[in-house]
């Protein structure tokens, strides 16, 4: 499995990607999924690629052969042509195997963020689907994610914002989802790579790649673990009220049964909310 | 989508369900996917259905109909009888329907969700697959989950502990799991049922139903939303360090480009940070 994840907001972009790859159980592997095409000055194209690990190589082989040769991305003159010479290499590899896959009931099921710059147009972040066609993200959607998606996408949902987030605090959620992500699905793991891109450097000055023992990742992933606790525990309290058992059947259900109730700060606490305004007073709902 | 989840420990069980059922885009509508039978004294069952509504709805109508014979639930001796009881119902329903759905591509996809205790025994959870056949949880893995599972399941993985968890505590994660849910997935919705079952009650006291203008939902959900938020900004934040631009290609890294820092508190934190450990020495990684 994998997991990749492209952020855009108006300070430019965070790219991450995870690094374990299986061509079957016995063949598990670390692979970068991570590739960049970069002209100083004049264009920076990142690629994050999930899916069948032969057929990305593949297509990977043909964007650079033709990078090389001052081809395809290299002439791209914006990001949404860029994103169709990559879809079109998608549909180049298609063609070559998808048939012989299918017929062995594999899907062709390559996926690709896009991420990047060309000078004269701001950074912009794309999705190239397995059939060739790109998606543009959006500012009220301002990331994109590839391969296992769900576990790490609540907290960019609730934390990425367009205008506001900075480069720093996108890279914190990145890790954060990337983390997620490694937590409750073995089969994506580190090492992490995480590529900061800020708007209009047209380079790639920026660039990370965390182990599974980086003192680094495991700092933050343990103080994550403390402050998501902490932040439960400092929420409204539950509280029950046994109450006589309702008539059976599915009918019963009774407010005062469940109640919710604002936090009494308790000496087990770490002491902060009684310094900011969970009040005593019990406010119940 | 439905979004359904067990959470069990020492202390008891917590049961919760959505209420989002669409038949179609046209049939969106609130259906309750708890149901419950119970013998004051004697045994609770608790269940939660997901999967296609007509073929649970079936489900269900066979259980009840047994019950009220006072025979299937009615008679099971321990939860696994019970949990073998629902996969019988499982299996009875598959063989009237599961050919006339497969001829159009539907699948047979019922999951279901048990948890209760019969006198005599502890509580138990178990998960009953399509084809009948009953999974229990684990210490190790204290909960179950059914339906769009992914988006909720960072937060249990992290907080759910079958020795240390309340049953208050698991209450409260349990409404934080399918909010989550409920925010990446807008075809999983409120309401929101909840049953609380202490060990050796064997009656059904604690149950709520959260409808989606509840004050106490939108409280927790407001307060976990500056929660996460303000537990994001006082991790480790991440500096940068422009570097030169490492080679082009694959080989470009530099751990000091994207660096992890102790969190410098600042007068937007909410002053909690310099309460409570973070060091102001930088104390670089």
Redesign the interface.
Same mark, same amino acid.
């Given at each position: 499995m994998t997991y990749c994840l492209g952020i855009i907001t108006k300070y430019g972009l965070v790219m991450a990607s995870d690094s374990r790859t299986n061509a079957g159980n016995d063949h598990s592997n670390i692979t970068?999924k991570m590739?960049?095409?970069?002209q100083?000055g004049e264009h920076v194209f990142v690629l994050l690629t999930s899916g069948s690990l032969s057929c990305s190589q593949s297509i990977l082989t043909l964007l650079k052969r033709d990078y090389a040769r001052n081809q395809g991305l290299a002439q791209a003159p914006t990001m949404y042509d860029a994103a169709r010479v990559i879809g079109k290499a998608v549909r180049e590899v298609a063609d070559i195997d998808r048939a012989a896959l299918e017929r062995d009931d594999y899907a062709f099921n390559v996926n690709i963020i896009l991420g990047g710059q060309v000078k004269g147009e701001p950074p912009q972040l794309f999705l190239i689907y397995p059939q060739g066609n790109p998606l543009q993200s959006c500012e009220e959607s301002p990331f994109l994610q590839i391969g296992e998606t769900?576990?790490?996408?609540?907290?960019l949902?609730?934390?990425i914002r367009f205008d506001k987030t900075t480069?720093?605090?996108a890279?914190?959620?990145a890790l954060?989802s990337l983390d997620?992500t490694m937590?409750?699905n073995v089969t994506v793991g580190p090492p992490i790579?995480?590529l900061?891109y800020s708007t209009d450097e047209l $380079? *790639? =000055?920026?660039?990370?790649?965390f182990s599974a023992d980086d003192?680094?990742?495991i700092?933050?992933r343990t103080?994550?673990?403390q402050?998501?606790?902490?932040?439960?525990a400092?929420?409204? $309290? *539950? =509280?029950?009220?046994?109450?006589?058992?309702?008539i059976?059947?599915?009918n019963?259900?009774?407010?005062d049964?469940?109640?919710?109730v604002d936090h009494q700060p308790t000496d087990s606490d770490?002491?902060?909310a009684q310094?900011?305004g969970a009040r005593s007073k019990s406010d119940q709902?």
């Open positions: 970068r590739h960049t095409f970069v100083p769900k576990y790490g996408r609540p907290i949902d609730r934390g480069l720093e605090e890279t914190k959620y954060l997620s937590k409750s790579d995480i900061v $380079d *790639i =000055r920026r660039r990370r790649r003192p680094a990742l700092k933050m103080r994550w673990d402050a998501l606790r902490q932040a439960v400092k929420l409204p $309290d *539950i =509280r029950f009220n046994t109450v006589p058992a309702p059976p059947g599915e019963g259900s009774s407010e049964s469940i109640q919710v770490d002491q902060q310094m900011t709902i």
